[in-house]
């Protein structure tokens, strides 16, 4: 809540609360894509993109719409 942002990057200035995101932050300077796909090649920042990204290939809708239970 103090608003301490002690991780700095190098490159644009930008301040983090945690290394980690300081870590993934330098990827949008270096270009680095670590996570990538095994059956396209698509490659991505961040595991999450890589996670979200897989549903393409299983047809996985693991979100349903509380209103109407639609699914995505």
């Given at each position: 809540?103090?608003?301490?942002?002690?991780y700095r990057c190098a490159?644009?200035?930008?301040?983090?609360?945690?290394?980690?995101?300081?870590?993934?932050?330098w990827r949008v300077h270096?270009?680095?894509?670590?996570?990538?796909?095994?059956?396209?090649?698509?490659?991505?920042?961040?595991?999450?993109?890589?996670?979200?990204?897989?549903?393409?290939?299983?047809?996985?809708?693991?979100?349903?719409?509380?209103?109407?239970?639609?699914?995505?």
């Amino acid at each position: 809540h103090t608003g301490h942002r002690p991780y700095r990057c190098a490159s644009c200035g930008k301040s983090f609360r945690w290394r980690s995101k300081l870590l993934t932050r330098w990827r949008v300077h270096t270009g680095e894509r670590p996570f990538a796909c095994d059956d396209c090649d698509e490659t991505f920042r961040h595991v999450s993109q890589f996670f979200q990204h897989r549903h393409v290939h299983t047809r996985e809708r693991p979100h349903n719409c509380s209103d109407c239970g639609e699914s995505f």
